[in-house]
């Protein structure tokens, strides 16, 4: 796909981050952005630096991201194009010391579902829906209507302790990829994934004044090259599964060769 002016693009997250590194890649080419973010002052301000659209969506609400994608066309056009990088998810082990009680606890099946809800049905969500608006699109060469980038994470295949939720529904991320590249076959939609490693987004950031002797060691941990990952090395290659039209149903970790040990 020519990643140029007349495409428009969806990016979830896109208020801070590796969404944001994605937004700036994506109009530094030209291309037509609308953020979702539950963040209105950060998705405000970043869509003011970089002439996007601000869209205030919570990805676990159906109602919200549907009225999104109303105002992100009505403003831009049909999108061709979605990165899906927000999240929601609870952490916690499966079964852990209660220091109240003494005993045991378990994370909750609540806390499991709402977590679930956040990683695996919001990234089915932002998918489907995007996909529905693809469809009706003329295609492009190779028949191509659109393309669709989801994030993982290395925890899908590296999760650590405290991560059970996160870890296997990250893991779910990467197993929609394959049936639902293979649904949206006949309608020229791609489906692709990126399981990031430890980048430096503001998250992480905090460490480096906060806990120096944690961002060193953070730092360390990363194979080559010994750094955290830049936000916009996670776009660039967001826009290279964009660009290369014979990426489809791809699961590809961005990482600097880093394997998660179990804590």
């Not at 660039?236 to 060769?257: C, F, H, K, P």
Request: charged share 20%; with cysteine; aromatic share 6%.
């Amino acid at each position: 796909m020519k990643i140029d002016p007349s495409l428009s693009a969806v990016v979830t997250g896109g208020a801070s981050g590796l969404g944001l590194a994605t937004v700036k890649a994506l109009r530094s080419s030209g291309v037509k952005v609308a953020i979702f973010d539950v963040d209105e002052e950060g998705g405000k301000r970043a869509a003011d630096e970089v002439g996007a659209t601000f869209c205030k969506v919570d990805i676990m609400s159906e109602e919200a991201v549907l009225a999104g994608f109303d105002a992100a066309r009505a403003a831009n056009g049909q999108e061709r194009i979605l990165v899906h990088c927000a999240v929601f998810a609870k952490g916690g082990k499966t079964v852990s010391k209660d220091k109240e009680t003494g005993g045991f606890k378990r994370l909750s099946t609540e806390d499991y579902a709402i977590s679930a809800q956040g990683i695996l049905v919001a990234s089915y969500r932002m998918a489907s829906i995007a996909a529905l608006g693809m469809a009706g699109l003329d295609p492009g060469e190779d028949g191509e209507r659109g393309s669709i980038v989801l994030t993982s994470s290395a925890a899908a295949q590296d999760g650590q302790v405290g991560q059970v939720a996160y870890g296997s529904l990250k893991a779910g991320v990467n197993g929609l990829v394959l049936p639902m590249a293979r649904d949206l076959m006949d309608l020229g939609i791609r489906v692709n994934s990126i399981m990031p490693g430890i980048f430096a987004t503001p998250p992480m950031l905090r460490f480096k004044d906060l806990n120096p002797a944690m961002w060193d060691a953070l730092n360390s941990s990363v194979p080559f090259p010994k750094r955290l990952g830049k936000p916009d090395e996670f776009a660039s290659l967001v826009l290279e599964l964009v660009r290369n039209s014979y990426m489809n149903a791809q699961t590809i970790r961005i990482d600097g060769a880093i394997r998660m040990p179990p804590r």
